[in-house]
């Protein structure tokens, strides 16, 4: 069946523009991650979703940073006012919830600021 | 303090050497370890996971989980240079809170 898919897989941006980055969870799913890594770093959680309760956002570097789940499907991750370190790959993963939880990875958004 | 702590390396083996790869948690709650691998380019795939205390083998890999001591380990014989990638470990306490990870360590088997 269809995996976790994210869009563009690739974005070039202006310092100070807007972004947007798209995730498709695996249908069912009602867990979806946010996670960044960048170059040479190790994975850096975001935000987690699950089902209808409130999102943990405890790992959102700033208040540039938020995003959305849709009717429990579709996730959009925002960034505002970008900055160069803002550049990393930003991964998505789903998985059902329930133990051991396994995660099924998307194949990422490079997102370069310059 | 983060709840999952790895040595980010980069760890370098020569080829056939056994590699023990290691974290360390805080969270008393976990009961589900595992171990995700993840090569250049491309998002983490699920490795194997353990549950509680105990080792669990999969051909050259070992996962074992020490709860005393919250430790948890991924051993790989015979190491090959396709398992050249970063690991990352994860613990997931059940009823639907959030699988942490460590930043992953990222190893290299040279030939």
């Known amino acids: 069946g269809a995996g976790v898919s994210q869009s563009p897989s690739n974005k070039v941006t202006e310092k100070g523009k807007d972004v947007e980055l798209r995730c498709d969870p695996i249908?069912?799913?009602?867990?979806l991650y946010w996670y960044r890594q960048s170059l040479g770093q190790g994975l850096e959680f975001l935000i987690y979703?699950?089902?209808?309760?409130?999102?943990?956002k405890s790992g959102l570097p700033s208040d540039r940073f938020s995003a959305e789940r849709t009717g429990g499907s579709v996730s959009t991750l925002t960034i505002q006012r970008t900055q160069q370190e803002d550049s990393a790959v930003y991964l998505c993963?789903?998985?059902?919830?329930?133990?051991?939880?396994?995660?099924?990875f998307g194949p990422g958004t490079r997102l370069t600021v310059l | 303090q983060k709840e999952v702590e790895q040595d980010p390396g980069p760890l370098s083996v020569p080829e056939g050497a056994i590699v023990s790869l290691n974290c360390t948690y805080s969270?008393?709650?976990?009961?589900?370890f595992m171990w995700y691998r993840q090569y250049s380019r491309k998002g983490p795939e699920l490795l194997m996971y353990?549950?509680?205390?105990g080792n669990k083998e999969d051909g050259r890999f070992t996962a074992q989980v020490d709860k005393s001591s919250k430790y948890i380990s991924l051993f790989i014989r015979d190491s090959q240079p396709s398992d050249s990638a970063t690991y990352l470990c994860?613990?997931?306490?059940?009823?639907?809170?959030?699988?942490?990870f460590g930043t992953g360590t990222k190893l290299q088997v040279i030939p």
């Open positions: 994860g613990g997931f306490s059940g009823g639907y809170q959030k699988v942490t």
């Open positions: 353990t549950y509680s205390s």
């Open positions: 979703f699950q089902g209808n309760s409130a999102p943990d």
């Open positions: 993963a789903s998985s059902s919830g329930l133990a051991p939880d396994t995660q099924y």
């Open positions: 969270n008393s709650a976990f009961q589900y």
């Open positions: 249908s069912g799913h009602t867990a």
